[in-house]
T-cell receptor, first 114, second 110 residues
Framework: DAGVIQSPRHEVTEMGQEVTLRCKPI?????LFWYRQTMMRGLELLIY????????DSGMPEDRFSAKMPNASFSTLKIQPSEPRDSAVYFC????????????FGDGTRLSIL | EDKVVQSPLSLVVHEGDTVTLNCSYE??????LLWYKQEKKAPTFLFML????IEKKSGRLSSILDKKELFSILNITATQTGDSAVYLC??????????FGAGTRLTVKP
């Protein structure tokens, strides 16, 4: 079975540019999560969707970040405009049912903002 | 404030050694504790513990939860270089929220 699929795997761009990260959850999973991981702050939950509806976006750092889930098989995380401090690995995860666990993670997108 | 604290932050051992990783927590309305292994890419799920005193085992890995003392340990026996990874502990509460610890970086040398 295919796991959570994220793209791109790596993204290097200049500050001020728009960045879009993509995620395809495991088929049949109805909860989707976006995380950011840095050495300083570890793994942080940014936003959580259930049945395509954003349930908790309290972890989204600021208005430059936005996430959408137009259907059950696709989600995007957008940063506009990007800043160097946004450099991190961004993970998407999905889980089955209403519980948030256990979550199955994608391989992540390593984002570098120059 | 809820928190999940893992120790040690990093650990270097030799193949064949046994290691114990610790996770302590202070979480309101505790529901479950989960262990993940993160190698170069995504965290992969290892165990979920809900009840005290019941050991979960998977090959050389085992874990146990103490809900009275608010901690869990992850044991790895006869370590191999492939066990090198960051081990993450996460705690889920009854509000459906999950909080991760900072992780323990384990390095197993040949």
């Amino acid at each position: 079975d295919a796991g959570v699929i994220q793209s791109p795997r790596h993204e290097v761009t200049e500050m001020g540019q728009e960045v879009t990260l993509r995620c395809k959850p495991i088929s049949g999973h109805n909860s989707l999560f976006w995380y950011r991981q840095t050495m300083m702050r570890g793994l942080e939950l940014l936003i959580y969707f259930n049945n395509n509806v954003p349930i908790d976006d309290s972890g989204m750092p600021e208005d430059r970040f936005s996430a959408k889930m137009p259907n059950a098989s696709f989600s995007t995380l957008k940063i506009q405009p990007s800043e160097p401090r946004d450099s991190a690995v961004y993970f998407c995860a999905s889980s089955l049912g209403d519980k948030k666990w256990p979550q199955h993670f994608g391989d992540g997108t390593r984002l570098s903002i120059l | 404030e809820d928190k999940v604290v893992q120790s040690p932050l990093s650990l270097v051992v030799h193949e064949g050694d046994t290691v114990t990783l610790n996770c302590s927590y202070e979480v309101t309305n505790f529901r479950s504790l989960l262990w993940y292994k993160q190698e170069k890419k995504a965290p992969t799920f290892l165990f979920m513990l809900t009840s005290s005193g019941i050991e979960k085992k998977s090959g050389r890995l085992s874990s146990i939860l103490d809900k009275k003392e608010l901690f869990s340990i992850l044991n790895i026996t006869a370590t191999q270089t492939g066990d090198s990874a960051v081990y993450l502990c996460a705690v889920a509460d009854n509000n459906n929220d999950m909080r991760f610890g900072a992780g323990t970086r384990l390095t197993v040398k040949p």
